[in-house]
C-alpha cells in the first residue's frame, strides 16, 4: 500500500497564475479530503468528498479555489488566479469512514 | 460549533523527562477524539484514539484519557526521546469530519 499519494511535493509559481494539486487516495478509501496548514490558522479543512461527491466545501477560502474528483482515484484542487497569500502546505487525506484519516506528505505552494 | 483546544507550544524538554500536552474539547454529543502526529516534511499520522468515556488511547509510549467529566484527553508519556519531536495535534469527530486542534510543538533536547 503506497498510502496517499500527492504532488508535486513542492510548486513555486507566481502571481496570478493558474495552481493545481493533485491526489491519489488509498484503494477502498471512500472519504477524501483537502486541508491548508498555515503557522497563522494551523490545520484547516477546505472541503472533502464523499463517494466522488464533495459533501462540504464550507472551508474553500473563495471562488479561486477549486476542488474535483472524477474517480475514486484521483483528486485535485486548483487555485486560479494564485496570490501569495495561498502559500501553505496543502494535505489531502483519505479514510474509509469519516474518521482514521491517512495524510499524504503535502504539497508545499509558494506563491511569489 | 465542535471544536478543541490545546496548548499552545513550543514545548521543550529534555531526554526522559515527563510529558503532558493538554487537550479540552467541546462536548456536544459523544465524539471520539484523537491524537495526531506530524513529524517535519510529513503528512499527519494517527498516533492514538478513544471512542468513549474512560477510554485509554495508548501507542509508542504515549497515553491519552478520555475524560468526560473535565471534557478533556491530555497526551502523557513517562520518559521522552529526542525522536518524539514533532507537532502534536489532538482532534475529535464530528459529523462526517475530524476538527483538529492548532497543534502542539514538542522540541526534545539531548
Known amino acids: 500500500d503506497a498510502g496517499v499519494i500527492q504532488s508535486p511535493r513542492h510548486e513555486v509559481t507566481e502571481m496570478g497564475q493558474e495552481v493545481t494539486l493533485r491526489c491519489k487516495p488509498i484503494?477502498?478509501?471512500?472519504?477524501l479530503f483537502w486541508y491548508r496548514q498555515t503557522m497563522m490558522r494551523g490545520l484547516e479543512l477546505l472541503i472533502y468528498?464523499?463517494?466522488?461527491?464533495?459533501?462540504?466545501d464550507s472551508g474553500m477560502p473563495e471562488d479561486r479555489f477549486s476542488a474535483k474528483m472524477p474517480n475514486a482515484s484521483f483528486s485535485t484542487l486548483k487555485i486560479q488566479p494564485s496570490e501569495p497569500r495561498d502559500s501553505a502546505v496543502y494535505f489531502c487525506?483519505?479514510?474509509?469512514?469519516?474518521?482514521?484519516?491517512?495524510f499524504g506528505s503535502g504539497t508545499r505552494l509558494t506563491v511569489v | 460549533g465542535n471544536s478543541v483546544t490545546q496548548m499552545e507550544g513550543p514545548v521543550t524538554l529534555s531526554e526522559e523527562a515527563f510529558l503532558t500536552i493538554n487537550c479540552t474539547y467541546t462536548?456536544?454529543?459523544?465524539?471520539?477524539l484523537f491524537w495526531y502526529v506530524q513529524y517535519p516534511g510529513e503528512g499527519l499520522q494517527l498516533l492514538l484514539k478513544?471512542?468513549?468515556?474512560?477510554d485509554k488511547g495508548s501507542n509508542k509510549g504515549f497515553e491519552a484519557t478520555y475524560r468526560k467529566e473535565t471534557t478533556s484527553f491530555h497526551l502523557e508519556k513517562g520518559s521522552v526521546q529526542v525522536s518524539d519531536s514533532a507537532v502534536y495535534f489532538c482532534?475529535?469527530?464530528?459529523?462526517?469530519?475530524?476538527?483538529f486542534g492548532i497543534g502542539t510543538k514538542l522540541q526534545v533536547i539531548p
Open positions: 482532534a475529535r469527530r464530528g459529523y462526517q469530519k475530524v476538527t
Open positions: 478513544a471512542t468513549k468515556a474512560d
Open positions: 462536548a456536544t454529543g459523544y465524539p471520539s
Open positions: 484503494s477502498g478509501h471512500d472519504y
Open positions: 468528498f464523499n463517494n466522488n461527491v464533495p459533501i462540504d
Open positions: 487525506a483519505s479514510a474509509p469512514e469519516p474518521y482514521g484519516y491517512t
